[in-house]
Every structure is written in structure tokens, then in C-alpha cells.
């Protein structure tokens, strides 16, 4: 089955600085890539996708691109504001069913 | 506003008891989930189900069992709990449209002694 792999588990950055999380997955048939966000303490929520037919997605302060020939997908933070800290899940899913397999996880710390 | 809720939101279970956890989505959405999150291993699916009646079994099935009486309940069940199976447990419910996003309950923590 589908296999998601988030490359970071922890990043830290700066508060102003630009955030970026890394995502691969293995079905070339997965063609759905949404990012979830979990504060701490607390449920996760929707942050942003991505369709396959599209290479680049960007709301405000968020982008997400997605390389289909290595697999890869990754979310853009920028501008990193306090309230950005938390912890960031990818997920890919291939069909009209929106069954997700989700990464591990980063952990984002932005610092004062 | 999406909602959907879980119960109860903290278990206590000992080990070969049965434990029962609900989740009830007023959205009026097909799909609904069932999912464990483990440090180090993100959220996996445990069982799904497109509708009222059905259930599929997801990425890590043994142990669990599902029910979906209605459109708005879906329960997980652990007819016999483990230690392994202490985690936080969270409920999420989708349309049926691709990719539709997924709103997710508050969690339920489970300890198994």
C-alpha cells in the first residue's frame, strides 16, 4: 500500500523566516496531497492541498508544490509567525474514497 | 460549522476488557474514520466506512472492530484490549467527493493497564 514519508521530524526556524517540510510517497496513483496541522494539546485541521493536475498551490502565507516525477511534495511556510508552531502531517490518498495515509509528523518551533 | 465529537474524551481500560469508543458527526457526511496516533507514527487508519451499515478495514485493522449504525455514529471497538493498544484515538469525518478534507473530533486518550 501507499507509503508517506515526512523527512523532518523537528525543524526550528525564526520568527519572520521561511518553514519548509518534506514530504515522499510511493503510489503513482495517489493524486491528492492535503497538509493537516495539529496545536499543541489539541485536534488536527485542515491546512491546505494539492491536486496532481497542479504543480504549485499557494494560500497567503502557505505553498505547496508538488514534484509527481520524484514523488515528492513539500509545504512553504513563509513569514513564520508564533502561532505557525505546531506539529505538520502530509497525507496522500488516490481515490474518490479520500481514504489518507499520513506521514509521521514535524514538529515546527518558531522562535522569538 | 463541522463538528464532530468524540466519548469518552479519556479511557482507562484494564488489559482483555472490552472498550467502546464513539464518535458522532453532525456534517452529514458519507465517509467517517477511525484512526490511532502514535508518536513516531503520525495518524493510521484503523477502520473506515462509506455510510451507514458499511465498514472497511484500514491500514492496521487487527484488534479493532467498527460499527456504523447511521449516517451520524461510528463506533471502534476493542473486544478484548491490549497494552498496545494505549494511544490517542481520533475520529474524522469527509465527504464523498475526491479529496474532500477531512474534520477531525477532539481525540480520545486510552490507556490499557
Known amino acids: 500500500g501507499e507509503k508517506v514519508e515526512q523527512h523532518e521530524s523537528t525543524l526550528s526556524v525564526r520568527e519572520g523566516d521561511s518553514a519548509v517540510i518534506n514530504c515522499t510517497y510511493t503510489?503513482?496513483?495517489?493524486?491528492?496531497f492535503p497538509w493537516y496541522k495539529q496545536e499543541a494539546g489539541k485536534s488536527l485541521h485542515f491546512v491546505i492541498d494539492?491536486?496532481?493536475?497542479?504543480d504549485r498551490k499557494q494560500s497567503q502565507r502557505l505553498i505547496v508544490l508538488l514534484d509527481k516525477k520524484a514523488k515528492r511534495f513539500s509545504l512553504h511556510i513563509t513569514a513564520t509567525q508564533p502561532e505557525d508552531s505546531a506539529i505538520y502531517f502530509c497525507a496522500a490518498s488516490k481515490n474518490a474514497g479520500a481514504k489518507l495515509t499520513f506521514g509521521g509528523g514535524t514538529r515546527l518551533t518558531v522562535r522569538p | 460549522e463541522a463538528a464532530v465529537t468524540q466519548s469518552p474524551r479519556n479511557k482507562v481500560a484494564v488489559t482483555g476488557g472490552k472498550v467502546t469508543l464513539s464518535c458522532n458527526q453532525t456534517n452529514n457526511h458519507n465517509n467517517m474514520y477511525w484512526y490511532r496516533q502514535d508518536t513516531g507514527h503520525g495518524l493510521r487508519l484503523i477502520h473506515y466506512s462509506y455510510g451507514a451499515g458499511s465498514t472497511e478495514k484500514g491500514d492496521i485493522p487487527d484488534g479493532y472492530k467498527a460499527s456504523r449504525p447511521s449516517q451520524e455514529n461510528f463506533s471502534l471497538i476493542l473486544e478484548l484490549a491490549t497494552p498496545s493498544q494505549t494511544s490517542v484515538y481520533f475520529c474524522?469525518?469527509?465527504?464523498?467527493?475526491?479529496?474532500?478534507?477531512?474534520?477531525f473530533g477532539p481525540g480520545t486518550r486510552l490507556t490499557v493497564l
Open positions: 503510489d503513482t496513483a495517489s493524486s491528492y
Open positions: 474524522a469525518s469527509g465527504g464523498r467527493d475526491r479529496g474532500l478534507e477531512q474534520y
Open positions: 494539492i491536486r496532481s493536475n497542479v
